[in-house]
C-alpha cells in the first residue's frame, strides 16, 4: 500500500487526536496500562510471520537502494528481535506504577504539607530512522507513562512500522484506552518532520533517534523542547591494574558483539604499563573477527611487531578525527595512555558523552573514573554494550540521552515524565 501524500491537515489532525488521547491516558488505571502491554507482547508473538513479511518488504527495497550493511542490521526484524519487544512490554507491565505516586512529602511550619506528583508529560513526538523496533519501544513507554505519542519513522521501514503501529492500536483499544494514543505519522514526506517539531500546540516534547545530521537539524529547526543524542563515540579503558582476561572478554564483547549500535565501543585506550602484555592478545582476536584498527604510533608498533596476529591484521595509522568517530562498523581506534589521568582527560575531551567503561582491579581508579568522567553512563569491569533500557531493567528506552537536561542516559519511563508539586492544607491561610 502506497503511503499517502503529507498534507498540513493530515499532522494537525494528528496532533489534536493525540492531545485528546493524552488526557485519557494521564488518567488510565495502571491495569489499563499493563493489560494493554500485556496484550501487545501477545500480538507481536503471535504475528511473527506477517510483521517479519512486512519487514521483508523494507528490506528488499533498502537493498535494492543500496542501503550499508549496518543500516540493514538495523533495519532487520528477526525473530529475536520482536521477542526482545514483547519481553520489553511485560516487563514494563510488571514494573509499579509510577504516575501519581506522590514523594517528599513534609509538613511546613504553617501546617500545610508540600510534595511531588509523577505526572505524564503529555505529547512526545519521536522521530528515528532504520530501527522499526523503536516503533514498539516508544508505543510501550507512552503506555506506561501515561503520554500519547505522535511516531515518525524513517521511509525505509514504513511497511514494518505501519505493521507494528497497526498492532499498538489494536491492544490499546482492546484494553479500553483510546488508540490515537499512539499514531505513526503514514507519510514520508520530509515535511512532515518540519512540521511535528513546530506544533506546541500539540507536542510537548520531541525525541529524535538517528544519525547526526537527522539530530542535528531537529535541534536547530525544532520550536518544541528536545531530548536528544547525537553519537555513542564510547570508549573502554584498560587500566594498569587490571585482570588481563577480564580485560580480554570484556573489551572484545564491547567492540565486536554488535558493530552497528550506538553503545558499542568505538576507541580502546590501554594503560602503557599493561600494553605490551594485552595489546598483541586483543590484536589477535580483532584480527581474526576482521576488525580495522587504527593505532597512534606506540600501539601501531607494538601491534605489528606481535607475531600472535593471524591472519594479517587491518593495521593504520590513526588520524585526529579517528579519536572523535563514531563508526558503527567493524573499525577501532587504539590508544595507549600513560595511566588513569591521561585517559580521563582524553574520554572527556573526544567522547560523545555517552558510554565509557574502565576494567581495573584498582578500587580507587574505578571511583575515579565514576566520579570524573562526564557521560551519561560511566562503568567498571563490564561492557559498554550494557548501555541499554532492557539491559538497565527499565523494560524499554526511547533513546539514550546525552543531555544533561531533563533525562539522561537510557530514557524509560521516568525520563517522560514530570515533576508537579502538591499541597495539602486543612484550612490554613497565609499570614
Known amino acids: 500500500m502506497d503511503a499517502p501524500a503529507y498534507t498540513p491537515e493530515l499532522l494537525h489532525r494528528m496532533g489534536q487526536q493525540a492531545r485528546a488521547a493524552a488526557a485519557q491516558m494521564a488518567c488510565a488505571s495502571a491495569a489499563r496500562k499493563a493489560a494493554a502491554l500485556r496484550g501487545l507482547a501477545a500480538l507481536l508473538r503471535s504475528h511473527t510471520e506477517p510483521l517479519q513479511a512486512a519487514n521483508a518488504l523494507d528490506l528488499e527495497r533498502a537493498r ?3 542501503l550499508a550493511e549496518p543500516l540493514l542490521d538495523r533495519l532487520r ?4 528481535a520482536l521477542e526482545t519487544c514483547a ?8 514494573m509499579p506504577e509510577l504516575i501519581g505516586t506522590v514523594s517528599g512529602l513534609q509538613q511546613q511550619p504553617s501546617g500545610i504539607r508540600v510534595g511531588q506528583m509523577r505526572v505524564p508529560i503529555g505529547v512526545f513526538g519521536m522521530i528515528y530512522e532504520s530501527r522499526p523496533n523503536v516503533t514498539i519501544e516508544a508505543a ?7 503520554n500519547a505519542a505522535i511516531l515518525r519513522g524513517g521511509s525505509e521501514a514504513i511497511a514494518s512500522n505501519r505493521a507494528l503501529a497497526a498492532l499498538v492500536q489494536q491492544a490499546l483499544g482492546a484494553a479500553g484506552l483510546p488508540p490515537d494514543a499512539v499514531q505513526l505519522v503514514p507519510c514520508t514526506d520530509r515535511a512532515a518532520v518540519g512540521q511535528l517539531i513546530a506544533m506546541p ?3 510537548d516534547v520531541i525525541i529524535p533517534r538517528g544519525g547526526k545530521g537527522l539530530i542535528e537539524r531537529i535541534s536547530a529547526e525544532a520550536k518544541v523542547p528536545v531530548i536528544k543524542h547525537l553519537d555513542g563515540n564510547c570508549h ?4 594498569h591494574p587490571c585482570d588481563l582476561a577480564l580485560a580480554l572478554k570484556v573489551t572484545d564483547n564491547a567492540k565486536t558483539q554488535k558493530y552497528s549500535p550506538c553503545n558499542a ?7 602503557r604499563a599493561v600494553a605490551a602484555e594485552f595489546l598483541p592478545q586483543i590484536g589477535a582476536v580483532f584480527a581474526a573477527k576482521g576488525v580495522e584498527m587504527r593505532c597512534c604510533p606506540e600501539s601501531l608498533q607494538i601491534l605489528q611487531s606481535s607475531t600472535q596476529l593471524s591472519p594479517a591484521p587491518l593495521l593504520s595509522p590513526a588520524t585526529e578525527a579517528d579519536w572523535s568517530t563514531e563508526y558503527l562498523a567493524p573499525i577501532i581506534s587504539i590508544k595507549l595512555v600513560a595511566g588513569l589521568d591521561e585517559a580521563i582527560a582524553h574520554i572527556n575531551r573526544y567522547s560523545s558523552h555517552h558510554t565509557d567503561a574502565i576494567l581495573t582491579t584498582d578500587h580507587g581508579h574505578a571511583q575515579r573514573f565514576l566520579r570524573e568522567v562526564d557521560s551519561s553512563s560511566v562503568m567498571v569491569n563490564t561492557s559498554t554494550r550494557f ?8 523494560g524499554a528506552e526511547i533513546g539514550i540521552s546525552t543531555d544533561k537536561f531533563h533525562a539522561r542516559g537510557p530514557v524509560g519511563v521516568e525520563g517522560l515524565t514530570s515533576l508537579k508539586y502538591v499541597v495539602l492544607g486543612e484550612g490554613q491561610v497565609r499570614v
Open 387 to 394: 548501555a541499554d533500557g532492557f539491559e538497565y531493567g527499565l
Open 64 to 66: 535494492s537502494a543500496g
Open 265 to 271: 565501543t568505538e576507541s580502546l585506550l590501554v594503560a
Open 236 to 239: 573502554t579503558y584498560v587500566d
Open 77 to 80: 526484524l528477526s525473530p529475536a
Open 140 to 146: 510501550s513507554l507512552a503506555i506506561k507513562s501515561g
Open 87 to 94: 519481553l520489553g512490554c511485560e516487563q514494563l507491565a510488571a
Open 201 to 203: 500546540q500539540y507536542v
